[in-house]
């Protein structure tokens, strides 16, 4: 499978700070897959993210060292408007992305702003709004739906403009666990159906870690750890020293690894560890 | 032991917007003095709205809600932000003033202090909070989340009011940011006695802090009980829509395992593995 990121010995400095955000940053992301991001705030997580849709350089005064290329080119080669054509970004702060009076002119505005047809429009809408279970929304005022629904909704107006990668800052850190499940079965579907790269930053691990092939830990504006998600989460002690915590299955088995109770691999999921348990127990 | 008289009682409380929204329905609660209670359930089933209707910032539609006392109905905003504070979930919904020392000063000096039980009031918040000096002079804008919230919760405390409502107080921060605020809200609740409710979607967070759960439904009180107790009844948290911390599930998986079905933290699981082993 063809790289559609490739990141070399990149740094960024903002204007205004004295140390770079990141440093030294080398990585690589497949057509197709699914990348999460993890890291204390403050690791430049962020930061990384809006390189790669080139949000930064474009957008921040700053210092940059090293090739961020998507699909092969430097980011600050495309056009303007072409990248965000391939890369969305959904923000944190769902706010920061509205500007429409109602719902359903948030999600359309990126569209008709790339010129799509009306039917085009209509069918993508369509698909969107079903996708996401927002249709009884869109004639309310983004400012008026609850914290949850604004991050569905900042979800769907990027999701409208069908970028072939995705990348999405903490999507669910104002979601109930129903909500955020929700959020990544449309995740899920996207990559099964679609074949979208999709890259997720976030703190909560338990929804993150079935879905991820390959996950990357970040502290200190540096990568620390990449690798494919099961061997990524065998070197728990160093997510621990990080302040990150493993799901509560996984953390389970590796204070059972650390008092010598417990050789083997650590679970992902729930279902892994109860397996595992009865294993152990010998049933 | 003497039975303690519940320092907030709600009878019978429906609250409906004025669009005619229902959001909350004959909700019945007593709240006695350092409880620390997790108010949990999906978004848009009335938790926010409860909340800010025990500080009286919303007056019941039908029903009420007696606190210290006080009939919300009747007492006024003076009377009711000097026993329940509410921290919004977003701190920047809440700080306005150009520096963190007048933001503190803002509700002392709006509810008409001298300049100096103002001065009394800002310094006591700042310590309990830990707020370093170099920061009090700091625009609230240029300090980490973790620290606004921490000065959110200060100006919250310099009203003196005895119940905090901290609404999502983890929200974005990671693990160990959300520990640390997390000690610090118990620390509020043990050693300076204040009754603490949490708003939070987070459960290995009220696993770990809330002796009582209070699990919210379309508007409705579903559960209420011991965090353990609500945490067994599988039934009842389907129907809110939640699930219990990953360990407490695991330790509920399969009874043959022999695991309290209660248990609710990492630590708590290990003991019991050892036991047995």
Same mark, same amino acid.
């Given at each position: ?34 990348? $999460?991001?993890? $890291? ?27 090739? %961020?290329? %998507? ?17 969305? %970004? ?7 992305? *509205?500007?429409?009076?109602? %719902? ?10 790339? $010129? ?98 390959? /996950?990357?830990? /970040? ?12 061997? *990524? ?19 389970? *088995?590796?204070?059972?690894? /650390? ?23 010998? *049933? | ?8 009682? !709600? ?19 007593? +709240?006695?003095?350092?409880? &620390? ?9 009335? #938790? ?16 009420? +809600? +007696? ?5 919300? #109905? ?34 002392? =000096? ?17 310590? !309990? ?35 905090? +409502? ?8 990671? @693990? ?26 987070? @459960? ?11 699990? @919210?439904?379309?508007? =409705? ?17 389907? #129907? ?18 022999? &695991? ?5 933290? !990492? ?6 593995? @050892? #036991?047995?082993?």
């Amino acid at each position: 499978m063809s790289n559609v990121i490739e990141i070399e010995d990149y740094s960024w400095k903002y204007v205004n700070t004295r140390t770079p955000a990141i440093e030294g940053i080398n990585l690589t992301v497949e057509e197709g897959s699914f990348v $999460g991001i993890i $890291g204390p705030n403050g690791a430049g997580k962020t930061t990384l993210a809006y390189s790669m849709d080139g949000l930064i350089p474009g957008q921040y005064n700053g210092i940059k060292k090293g090739t %961020v290329e %998507v699909f092969g080119t430097e980011v600050e080669d495309y056009a303007k408007g072409e990248l965000q054509q391939l890369v969305g %970004v959904v923000f944190s702060d769902p706010e920061a992305q *509205f500007t429409a009076m109602t %719902v359903e002119d948030e999600l359309v505005f990126g569209m008709e702003n790339i $010129g799509l047809s009306v039917p085009e429009i209509r069918d993508r809408l369509e698909w969107v709004t079903e996708l996401t279970e927002l249709s009884h929304l869109l004639m309310k005022p983004p400012y008026e739906i609850s914290g949850g629904q604004k991050q569905r909704v900042a979800l769907a107006a990027v999701l409208a403009m069908r970028p072939k990668i995705l990348i999405l800052d903490e999507p669910t850190s104002m979601l109930d666990p129903v909500s955020r499940g929700r959020i990544f079965e449309v995740l899920a579907k996207l990559k099964a159906e679609e074949n979208n790269t999709i890259i997720v930053i976030e703190h909560s691990l338990e929804n993150l870690i079935p879905l991820a092939d390959q /996950m990357v830990l /970040m502290a200190d504006g540096s990568i620390l750890l990449q690798d494919e998600t099961q061997a *990524f989460f065998q070197q728990s002690k160093l997510l621990l020293d990080k302040g990150l915590y493993p799901p509560g299955a996984m953390h389970f *088995f590796h204070e059972l690894k /650390m008092k010598n109770y417990y050789q083997g691999k650590y679970p992902l999921t729930v279902t892994e560890g109860i397996d595992l348990l009865r294993e152990i127990k010998g *049933f | 032991m003497t039975e303690k008289a519940p320092y907030i009682q !709600v009878i019978d409380l429906d609250f409906e917007y004025p669009d005619g929204t229902q959001a909350l329905k004959d909700i019945n609660l007593e +709240i006695v003095k350092g409880e &620390f209670i997790a108010l949990i359930g999906q978004n848009g089933s009335g #938790k926010t709205t409860l909340s800010k209707c025990l500080n009286g910032l919303y007056k019941p539609t039908a029903g009420d +809600i +007696i606190v210290d006392g006080l009939n919300t #109905k009747k007492s006024s905003i003076v009377q009711m932000v000097k026993r329940v504070g509410y921290v919004f979930q977003n701190p920047d919904h809440q700080l306005f003033n150009s520096n963190c020392w007048d933001e503190i000063a803002y509700g002392p =000096r709006n509810i008409q202090l001298s300049d100096e039980e103002v001065k009394e009031r800002v310094e006591e918040a700042i310590q !309990v909070v830990g707020l370093p000096k170099i920061y009090h002079s700091e625009h609230p804008f240029f300090l980490s989340k973790g620290l606004r919230q921490r000065v959110a919760i200060a100006s919250i405390l310099a009203l003196r009011p005895h119940v905090i +409502i901290v609404d999502e107080p983890t929200t974005g921060q990671d @693990m160990k940011q959300s520990l640390e605020i997390m000690d610090f809200l118990q620390d509020l609740n043990d050693k300076h006695g204040h009754t603490i409710i949490i708003i939070t979607h987070d @459960m290995p967070i009220v696993g770990l802090y809330a002796r009582r759960v209070i699990a @919210m439904a379309q508007a =409705r009180i579903m559960a209420d009980g011991p965090t353990r107790e609500v945490f067994t009844q599988a039934e009842v948290l389907e #129907k809110t829509f939640l699930a219990p911390p990953q360990i407490t599930q695991l330790a509920q998986a399969d009874p043959k395992l022999g &695991f309290d079905p209660g248990t609710l933290t !990492v630590d708590e699981m290990l003991a019991q593995f @050892m #036991k047995m082993n």
